[in-house]
């Protein structure tokens, strides 16, 4: 039995072993499939990862690409957009060329329409404009034919002149002006053309018949009731009408300036007079004893801008105020006022006449003007402050005004500073032989150095006035007038019988009358520069005088007579080259033809 249940377990066994052996081939086969497939796996696997790589290079390429062409986008889309700025700037930059031509064409019409509006209303205001025409006051004529003395800007304004039968015509001074320009008629009326400013027109020239007129200087008057002095006259000399009884009217022009020393005095008639609106100085007496000066209430007199006289007795401690815009003090206007203890000169006061204050016993107190010109002979002698001041050089603010007690030396230095040497301050100073002149002296006045023995002065540059009779009788034997001095007075030099010559490195305005008479040594004389007018007796009895230069070449104006009559007859006269033919042709020159002849160097 053993036997078969081994027998039994061995088919069951072989059944089984078939079984695992079906199983194991079924599991081997399976493994080799598994295997075979898990090699395919690997196989495709790889393959998939090669196309995975090659997917991926493929996409990396085409990502690369994609981004290259990104780029390559964005930059074409850069280049686009920076094309479209470029093009929108460019069209904003047009836009706004042309926004800024519209606005400038704009603004240029507007502008222009302000200009043409200011331009028109400009026009019209100026149209509108009116002027006025004013007549100097004058005696004898009278003006006519127009219709209206106020003028539109820019029109034409015409008269005539009609002269009264007694007015005769002085052809030296006559003009008709408009505004200082002269103008001519035509056929009996003038015409100012295009008037731009108010306008005054003077008719100079026309008075009464045979007055002495000569270098617009009145030197002799006529004695009828009514005198009408020409306008043009800048001077009545002295005495000119001096006791014409029969006058009772005047009329003395806005052209005088001065009146002369007793030039109406005792004129007992006269009663009505019109005086000139610019006089600066009047002499001493010039209206007393006039109907017109008796009838004048006692005080402070008027002339224009001029104090002339205080008439009647001053209050006992009276102080004198002048008024603003007062010119001048005349000759002798408050001489022996005792009551006069004070005076205070406005800064419009220039000149101060001779004797002005002299013999104000109490005045004490003075108080000059900065702006004087003129300090005249004797003004403050005999007054309290004259009497309290030392011996010595007496100085006045910065006026050399004299020098008080007697002459302690031959020599003098005034100080630095001082601008004037007043009237007579070293009149008949005989001891006197030098003396130091700064550069600061402005005005030298009359009779400063009167008959002192000064032989060499060197005036300063700074000098522009030398008044009458400044150096008269001085032992000077050469002198040099400076750049500044525009005028030497009358009888300035006179009778310098040891002045030998003359130089004058200036321009000269006027050279006046006898400013070197009876100077019976002098030599030459030398024009470094221009002179305007040399009038008469200029060089009277300078009977050794046998040189003068002159470098101007337009002639001087020769004014009155006896010019060089009593010169050498030696006398040799050289001019510029250039004008010799006009000196030896001209009216006051030619005369003296055969004693003229050219420089020889220029």
Not at 14 to 34: C, F, M, R, S
Not at 42 to 64: H, Y
Not at 94 to 104: A, F, G, M, V
Not at 522 to 531: A, D, P, Q
Request: charged share 20%; with cysteine.
């Amino acid at each position: 039995m053993i036997k078969n249940n081994q027998k039994v377990v061995t088919k069951q066994e072989n059944d089984e072993n078939h079984k695992k052996d079906v199983l194991k081939h079924a599991e081997d086969k399976n493994k080799q499939d598994k295997t075979k497939t898990t090699l395919k796996d690997k196989k495709q696997g790889k393959l998939l990862r090669k196309e995975i790589l090659k997917l991926d290079k493929t996409k990396a390429i085409v990502i690369a690409e994609k981004k290259s062409n990104a780029i390559k986008k964005g930059k074409n889309n850069q280049v686009k957009n920076n094309k479209i700025e470029i093009i929108e700037k460019k069209s904003k930059v047009t836009k706004n060329k042309k926004s800024n031509k519209i606005k400038i064409i704009i603004a240029s019409i507007i502008i222009f329409l302000i200009i043409g509006a200011s331009a028109i209303g400009y026009i019209i205001w100026q149209s509108n404009i009116v002027y006025d025409v004013n007549f100097a006051n004058m005696s004898g004529i009278t003006f006519g034919g127009y219709t209206n003395l106020s003028v539109k800007n820019g029109e034409d304004f015409k008269f005539s002149i009609n002269i009264d039968a007694d007015i005769v015509v002085y052809p030296e001074l006559q003009a008709v002006t408009a505004n200082g320009v002269e103008i001519n008629e035509i056929d009996g009326i003038y015409t100012v053309k295009n008037i731009k400013a108010d306008t005054t027109i003077i008719a100079s020239g026309y008075g009464t018949a045979n007055l002495t007129i000569d270098d617009a200087i009145l030197h002799t008057g006529v004695n009828i009731s009514h005198v009408i002095i020409p306008y043009g006259v800048t001077k009545i000399f002295q005495t000119s009408f001096s006791s014409y009884t029969n006058i009772t009217e005047v009329f003395i022009p806005d052209s005088v300036e001065e009146i002369g020393y007793t030039a109406f005095n005792n004129c007992v008639n006269l009663e009505n007079i019109t005086f000139s609106q610019n006089l600066k100085e009047i002499g001493v007496n010039a209206f007393y004893s006039t109907k017109w000066y008796n009838n004048q209430p006692d005080g402070l007199i008027y002339i224009s801008r001029v104090a002339y006289s205080y008439k009647g007795d001053m209050q006992e401690g009276s102080i004198l105020n002048l008024i603003d815009g007062t010119y001048s003090i005349a000759d002798n206007a408050f001489m022996n006022k005792s009551n006069l203890v004070g005076i205070n000169l406005p800064s419009s006061i220039k000149i101060i006449g001779d004797y002005a204050f002299y013999g104000c016993f109490d005045l004490i107190n003075i108080n000059i003007s900065d702006n004087l010109i003129s300090i005249g002979k004797f003004a403050f002698i005999d007054t309290a402050w004259y009497s309290e001041q030392p011996d010595g050089l007496l100085y006045l603010k910065n006026w050399l005004y004299s020098y008080k007690g007697a002459l302690s030396t031959s020599s003098l230095a005034l100080k630095e500073g001082t601008i004037g040497i007043a009237g007579a301050a070293f009149y008949n100073f005989y001891d006197l032989e030098s003396i130091y002149l700064p550069d600061s002296i402005k005005y030298i006045c009359d009779s400063a150095f009167y008959s002192c023995q000064i032989s060499i002065i060197e005036l300063p540059s700074s000098l522009t006035t030398i008044e009458q009779f400044a150096f008269a009788s001085c032992a000077i034997t050469t002198i040099t007038i400076p750049n500044k001095v525009k005028e030497i007075e009358s009888f300035a030099f006179v009778q310098c019988e040891h002045l030998i010559s003359v130089t004058f490195n200036n321009n000269i305005d006027i050279f006046y009358d006898y400013t070197f008479a009876l100077c019976s040594n002098l030599e030459s004389v030398t024009f470094l520069g221009k002179v305007d007018t040399i009038q008469s007796n200029a060089f009277l009895n300078c009977t050794k005088l046998n040189t003068i230069i002159l470098n101007t070449k337009t002639p001087p104006k020769i004014a009155g007579q006896n010019f060089l009559s009593d010169a050498s007859s030696n006398l040799n006269i050289f001019v510029p080259s250039s004008s010799l033919a006009i000196y030896k042709s001209i009216e006051g020159w030619s005369a003296l033809c055969d004693k003229i002849f050219a420089q020889q160097t220029e």
